[in-house]
């Protein structure tokens, strides 16, 4: 259980254009899903918690302006990276997890997007 | 916020027994997880210390002590599998991770 999908998995976009990530946990309610940003060779940074129902929290540094993130539905959180720029092209990630799992059976990640802006 | 801290590398062979340190500066701190991700993968929970102590599961386990900020993460009779990285996590009350930036585990023959 707790199975987490994330699409696409790969995309490559023109600089200026807004790409459309989607995370969905198939077999469990997600009320709190959270994005992450990962360079290469470095750390997972947390981008906002996305809230099903209200809007998402950013962390210190995220523009919410650039990262639109709806969580519309109790299995679904969308992160819209809008007017993408060539330094936007990172490994962005979401995790969720049913309440009861938590904490002591951890986060389950979505398999990762990776997206190229050119 | 939170900062942790862990060693970028260790490398070890086939069999051996590797230790990873993680060292923290908290506020709010509830617990300790670890993930193992491999290159172009999403990370996977291995583990989770709320308590003092030793936590074991299968080869893998992980040691808490909150008065001393500082956890490890024991990997026994390694194998070529286990090269990956392995970050240490924080959580806080409302659930959040805060990752150290990960140890490359490379495992040789």
């Known amino acids: 259980g707790a199975v987490v999908s994330q699409h696409p998995s790969r995309v490559i976009c023109k600089s200026g254009t807004s790409v459309k990530i989607e995370c969905r946990s198939l077999?469990?309610?997600?009320?709190?899903m959270f994005w992450y940003r990962q360079f290469p060779k470095q750390s997972l940074m947390l981008m906002a918690t996305?809230?099903?129902?209200?809007?998402?929290?950013?962390e210190q540094g995220v523009e919410k302006d650039k990262f639109l993130i709806n969580h519309a539905s109790l299995t679904l959180s969308t992160l819209t990276v809008t007017s993408a720029h060539p330094e936007d092209s990172s490994f962005y990630i979401c995790?969720?997890?049913?309440?009861?799992?938590?904490?002591?059976?951890?986060?389950?990640f979505g398999s990762g997007t990776r997206l190229t802006v050119v | 916020g939170q900062s942790l801290e862990q060693p970028s590398e260790v490398t070890a062979v086939e069999g051996a027994i590797v230790q990873i340190n993680c060292t923290y500066q908290?506020?709010?701190?509830?617990?300790l997880s670890w993930y193992q991700q491999h290159d172009g993968g999403a990370p996977t929970f291995l583990s989770y210390?709320?308590?003092?102590g030793l936590e074991e599961t299968g080869r893998f386990s992980s040691f808490l002590s909150r008065s001393d900020s500082y956890g490890y993460l024991l990997l026994q009779e390694l194998q070529m599998k286990d090269s990956a990285s392995y970050f240490c996590?924080?959580?806080?009350?409302?659930?959040?991770?805060?990752f150290g930036a990960g140890t490359q585990v490379v495992v040789t023959p």
């Open positions: 077999d469990f309610q997600a009320t709190t």
């Open positions: 908290t506020s709010g701190f509830y617990g």
């Open positions: 996305s809230n099903e129902g209200s809007k998402a929290t950013y």
């Open positions: 995790s969720a997890a049913p309440r009861d799992r938590l904490p002591n059976y951890g986060y389950t």
């Open positions: 210390n709320a308590l003092d």
């Open positions: 996590a924080a959580t806080d009350s409302w659930g959040k991770l805060q």
